[in-house]
């Protein structure tokens, strides 16, 4: 896997390009609501929206303009409160926030005095600076706060002034419902994609074996024949962990979805509408992808076959950047960027499939993996411990792919995703995968 080199005015064009898509996204999901509802805390389990507004403020002065620039503080005094990992999100309303007017102009103001630092810095000579990396970094911190801000749009109640047009429905080949991915060596990470981050490096060769795994990520209809057969009555289909959970929680169904005189419905960005039974299941916790898989008769994949159907050429043998090739995503490939603002159909962009034919494996939902997020060989953190390290270990469990709401530049075949196997807020689904018998290979 080679990135694209790109000379110093091309790395300018691509940081400015990635830095102006991700406010524009930011003014989008900020300016669609009133300053009571950005100020609201809609769910303990986010932040207010102005704090991340903020937040992403804050973040851009303390790397890039302090950093990179060598510029003098602009509002050290606000630090403490747009620390991540000072404040639990449960606990930022409580904090003296930047009111919205404010946090905007701070915002904006950041902004424009990066742009200046842009035009002059000299693109090499730090880790820091080689490659552009920490304007990449940067945009990619403001895309994943859209995510989540999004995320937060969708826990509020009340309607949402965000509109985009439906995805294109999917074509009307028939697939078949798995792959099969030869066993062998492959390429898992990468030591020369200029923007990754460090969980993502170094590369490193992995065995595995061979497996199938779904063609399409599994959708509304399959997991409601799950539900229909009384799999969250069903204890033999959850861990343990999962079983209590659910008996704790009372799930009887996806996030969002209630049933009404005998139809399922779901909650979309305010706006009730019947469960599409040809989109990808969205909102479930891991346990929940878990227990499908076992109720299948599948598993879910771990994270290193799931990069390797997404990554690997049999023809060559090399790990692609992407499952389509080493370009990137185009509107044909994938859907991302929030250019709609739901999954699209299962089976849809072929034009972004795997060399093996495994589809959508970028885009429209985080797919749950059965891997907890640990460390590759070789991984150093950087450019600061809390960005991966300390994360490590059995509490999180991996999601790759992205998810409609990610931007590409936050988007990448090696791209990985983690986070509590409780959580269903997020845009998270999954697909399924078993293990090849010798005559199947």
Same mark, same amino acid.
């Given at each position: 896997?080679?990135?694209?080199?790109?000379?110093?005015?091309?790395?300018?064009?691509?940081?400015?390009?990635?830095?102006?898509?991700?406010?524009?996204?930011?003014?989008?999901?900020?300016?669609?609501?009133?300053?009571?509802?950005?100020?609201?805390?809609?769910?303990?389990?986010?932040?207010?929206?102005?704090?991340?507004?903020?937040?992403?403020?804050?973040?851009?002065?303390?790397?890039?303009?302090?950093?990179?620039?060598?510029?003098?503080?602009?509002?050290?005094?606000?630090?403490?409160?747009?620390?991540?990992? @000072?404040?639990?999100?449960?606990?930022?309303?409580?904090?003296?926030?930047?009111?919205?007017?404010?946090?905007?102009?701070?915002?904006?103001?950041?902004?424009?005095?990066?742009?200046?630092?842009?035009?002059?810095?000299?693109?090499?000579?730090?880790?820091?600076?080689?490659?552009?990396?920490?304007?990449?970094?940067?945009?990619?911190?403001?895309?994943?706060?859209? @995510?989540?801000?999004?995320?937060?749009?969708?826990?509020?109640?009340?309607?949402?002034?965000?509109?985009?047009?439906?995805?294109?429905?999917?074509?009307?080949?028939?697939?078949?419902?798995?792959?099969?991915?030869?066993?062998?060596?492959?390429?898992?990470?990468?030591?020369?994609?200029?923007?990754?981050?460090?969980?993502?490096?170094?590369?490193?060769?992995?065995?595995?074996?061979?497996?199938?795994?779904?063609?399409?990520?599994?959708?509304?209809?399959?997991?409601?024949?799950?539900?229909?057969? #009384?799999?969250?009555?069903?204890?033999?289909?959850?861990?343990?962990?999962?079983?209590?959970?659910?008996?704790?929680?009372?799930?009887?169904?996806?996030?969002?979805?209630?049933?009404?005189?005998?139809?399922?419905?779901?909650?979309?960005? *305010?706006?009730?509408?019947?469960?599409?039974?040809?989109?990808?299941?969205?909102?479930?916790?891991?346990?929940?992808?878990?227990?499908?898989?076992?109720?299948?008769?599948?598993?879910?994949?771990? @994270?290193?076959?799931?990069?390797?159907?997404?990554?690997?050429?049999?023809?060559?043998?090399?790990?692609?950047?992407?499952?389509?090739?080493?370009?990137?995503?185009?509107?044909?490939?994938?859907?991302?960027?929030?250019?709609?603002?739901?999954?699209?159909?299962?089976?849809? +962009?072929?034009?972004?499939?795997?060399?093996?034919?495994?589809?959508?494996?970028? #885009?429209?939902?985080?797919?749950?993996?059965?891997?907890?997020?640990?460390? +590759?060989?070789?991984?150093?953190?950087?450019?600061?411990?809390?960005?991966?390290?300390?994360?490590?270990?059995?509490?999180?469990?991996?999601?790759?792919?992205?998810?409609?709401?990610?931007?590409?530049?936050?988007?990448?075949?090696?791209?990985?995703?983690?986070?509590?196997?409780?959580?269903?807020?997020?845009?998270? *689904?999954?697909?399924?995968?078993?293990?090849?018998?010798?005559?199947?290979?």
């Amino acid at each position: 896997m080679t990135a694209p080199a790109l000379d110093p005015e091309a790395l300018r064009r691509r940081a400015l390009d990635a830095l102006t898509t991700a406010r524009e996204r930011t003014r989008a999901l900020t300016t669609c609501v009133d300053d009571r509802e950005l100020t609201a805390q809609h769910s303990p389990l986010m932040s207010p929206l102005v704090w991340d507004l903020a937040h992403i403020g804050n973040q851009e002065e303390q790397w890039l303009l302090r950093n990179v620039g060598g510029r003098e503080a602009l509002r050290p005094d606000i630090d403490p409160i747009y620390d991540a990992f @000072e404040h639990p999100r449960s606990e930022r309303p409580t904090l003296p926030l930047l009111p919205p007017a404010e946090a905007h102009a701070y915002a904006a103001e950041v902004r424009g005095r990066v742009l200046d630092i842009l035009e002059r810095a000299p693109l090499h000579g730090t880790p820091l600076t080689d490659a552009a990396f920490a304007f990449g970094m940067i945009a990619q911190h403001e895309q994943q706060h859209d @995510e989540t801000m999004l995320i937060t749009h969708q826990l509020r109640r009340g309607p949402v002034a965000l509109t985009a047009p439906p995805p294109a429905p999917a074509d009307t080949a028939l697939l078949p419902a798995e792959v099969l991915v030869p066993g062998g060596p492959f390429t898992m990470g990468t030591s020369t994609e200029p923007w990754s981050l460090d969980n993502e490096r170094p590369s490193h060769v992995r065995e595995v074996a061979p497996f199938f795994i779904d063609t399409v990520p599994v959708s509304n209809g399959a997991y409601l024949a799950f539900i229909e057969d #009384g799999g969250y009555e069903d204890e033999r289909w959850w861990t343990p962990a999962g079983w209590a959970h659910v008996r704790e929680h009372g799930l009887a169904a996806p996030l969002f979805w209630h049933r009404e005189g005998g139809a399922w419905l779901r909650r979309r960005f *305010g706006v009730t509408e019947p469960v599409p039974r040809e989109e990808p299941v969205l909102h479930v916790c891991w346990y929940e992808a878990d227990a499908y898989a076992r109720w299948a008769g599948r598993r879910l994949p771990t @994270e290193t076959e799931w990069e390797k159907a997404a990554r690997h050429d049999p023809a060559t043998g090399r790990s692609r950047r992407y499952p389509w090739g080493d370009a990137d995503p185009g509107p044909e490939h994938a859907n991302l960027g929030q250019r709609h603002l739901q999954p699209a159909p299962v089976g849809s +962009y072929p034009a972004g499939a795997s060399p093996l034919g495994v589809r959508q494996l970028v #885009g429209d939902v985080w797919e749950w993996t059965a891997s907890d997020f640990t460390p +590759y060989p070789g991984f150093a953190p950087f450019p600061y411990k809390e960005y991966s390290e300390v994360f490590f270990g059995p509490d999180h469990k991996v999601l790759r792919g992205g998810s409609f709401a990610v931007d590409k530049v936050a988007c990448r075949g090696t791209f990985r995703n983690w986070d509590y196997p409780v959580r269903r807020q997020i845009f998270s *689904g999954f697909r399924t995968a078993r293990d090849a018998r010798p005559e199947q290979v």
